[in-house]
């Protein structure tokens, strides 16, 4: 089914009461606060997200909102291990719920499996697919391999020059430890 929602405009009610899904990408530059933490912006390509809506009853008879969202992405982070650009997988899948007003949410985010959110009229999802994949960012972004060997800490200018490119690094660490100075 072609969908015409934009997704910046997300019209909640009737979109949940379609039943109906919307997925697309979004290019990086578009979230602009997950943009800002690539270290290689001008190579970030889109951001994809999945949205599906259902209308639930509560208790009481009242309809609900709800939406099951995902969302993934690649970002380039700095590795906290070698210092290099290293490309990271981002991902989210959750439900959310939408309440009349703010307090209304604080309380019931508190006690819900799902994610409560404040219902708007005209809703922002990829402000919300932002807001996820920031969330599912790496505390300490790292390569699974580093493609280097991790620089040395203290700077050595006699080593680099004199190190033939072709030295086993870990042959060349292993030399360092045996001879803690070098002067
Ligand atoms: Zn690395």
Redesign the pocket.
């Known amino acids: 089914m072609t969908s015409t929602y934009d997704p910046r405009m997300l019209p909640l009610a009737a979109f949940a009461r379609s039943g109906e899904q919307l997925s697309g990408s979004t290019p990086m530059a578009d979230l602009p606060r997950l943009y800002a933490q690539s270290v290689d912006a001008a190579h970030e390509v889109d951001a994809h997200f999945s949205v599906s809506g259902s209308e639930r009853f509560d208790a009481t008879g009242h309809p609900q909102v709800w939406l099951h969202a995902s969302g993934h992405c690649q970002l380039t982070l700095e590795?906290?291990?070698?210092?290099?650009p290293?490309r990271v997988g981002l991902a989210f899948e959750r439900d959310f719920r939408f309440v009349a007003n703010e307090a209304l949410a604080a309380v019931e985010d508190e006690e819900s499996e799902e994610d409560v959110l404040v219902f708007a009229r005209q809703f922002d999802l990829l402000d919300l697919v932002e807001d996820e994949l920031l969330m599912a960012m790496p505390l300490v972004p790292?390569?699974e391999?580093?493609?280097?060997t991790?620089r040395f800490s203290v700077a050595d200018a006699d080593f680099d020059a004199t190190a033939p490119q072709s030295a086993n690094p870990f042959a060349v660490l292993a030399d360092l430890k045996r001879t803690p100075s070098a002067d």
Not at 79 to 84: S, V
Not at 145 to 148: A, F, H, N
């Open positions: 590795c906290q291990r070698c210092l290099r290293a790292m390569h391999t580093c493609p280097v991790p």
